[in-house]
């Protein structure tokens, strides 16, 4: 894996994302959120392998979030330290008691809690080391659940962006992996032989995120083009014909009287 070489489909479409988002600028930190599971390993040799590929100047850390879900979570993450290690990558763990939050929040969705403490942490820690920025793995099939996942939850069409500055800590939170399908990310994993860690998550696989993701598998059946049409809808441009924002009183209440006798 220190050959620093990605297939051309995904160094295509990261490289894509960088120049199009402008992710990337000389004398960037940027902080990697690795979790051990396949995206953010994937992100985190993506962004070693342009580090030496191209001539932008950038260092790069990377962290990971211990949630103290499980006991064994020390023994698991010497993989992902060993691999970061591999790559030259300073690496570090921060216990966040994340399970016990949620206990305390039993009302709340776990989901939220957990990547409300997690990016808390993330951007802690960042600001600690003198980071820019802060790298998710967040990739398409994730842009669009969010996407799908917002208009059935909420009516709203919004999902996350590639790039944000976040004002209240000086951050800017950048998703190189937007372009990538899940499905590539599987595919190089297997043929590399990535050390996948384990997720810990309590509520892995039975998440709103899972059940959207199962929902859009399944309508593919019937429309085969839905997640290319979903994942076009992310853009500005993509809003077709739509009612006006509803009115209020005021805006309503000259012709309103217009009616009256």
Not at 229 to 251: C, F, M, Y
Request: charged share 25%.
């Amino acid at each position: 894996m220190n050959d620093f070489k990605l297939p051309q489909v995904i160094f295509s479409k990261i490289f894509r994302a960088v120049v199009e988002f402008e992710l990337i600028d000389d004398g960037d930190k940027i902080l990697i959120g690795v979790s051990g599971g396949k995206d953010s390993l994937l992100l985190t040799y993506a962004l070693a392998c342009l580090k030496r590929r191209t001539k932008k100047n950038f260092s790069l850390a990377a962290l990971t979030i211990n949630p103290k879900f499980t006991a064994d979570f020390a023994e698991n993450i010497a993989r992902v330290q060993k691999f970061c290690a591999e790559l030259e990558i300073p690496h570090e763990v921060r216990d966040v008691d994340i399970a016990a939050l949620i206990r305390e929040q039993n009302d709340k969705n776990p989901c939220y809690t957990c990547a409300y403490f997690r990016r808390a942490a993330m951007n802690r820690r960042a600001n600690e080391l003198g980071a820019n920025k802060v790298a998710y793995a967040h990739h398409l099939d994730d842009a669009v659940e969010t996407f799908f996942m917002s208009l059935l939850s909420t009516g709203q069409l919004t999902t996350f962006q590639p790039k944000t500055f976040l004002d209240h800590t000086n951050i800017t939170v950048i998703r190189p992996l937007v372009y990538v399908r899940e499905h590539e990310i599987k595919k190089f994993a297997d043929e590399c032989d990535l050390d996948i860690m384990k997720s810990p998550c309590p509520f892995d696989g039975a998440t709103n995120r899972q059940r959207v993701k199962n929902l859009i598998r399944n309508l593919e059946g019937d429309f085969p083009d839905l997640f290319n049409h979903l994942a076009a809808a992310l853009r500005v441009n993509s809003i077709g014909e739509l009612w006006d924002a509803p009115k209020t009183r005021e805006q309503m209440r000259d012709f309103y009287f217009s009616f009256k006798p």
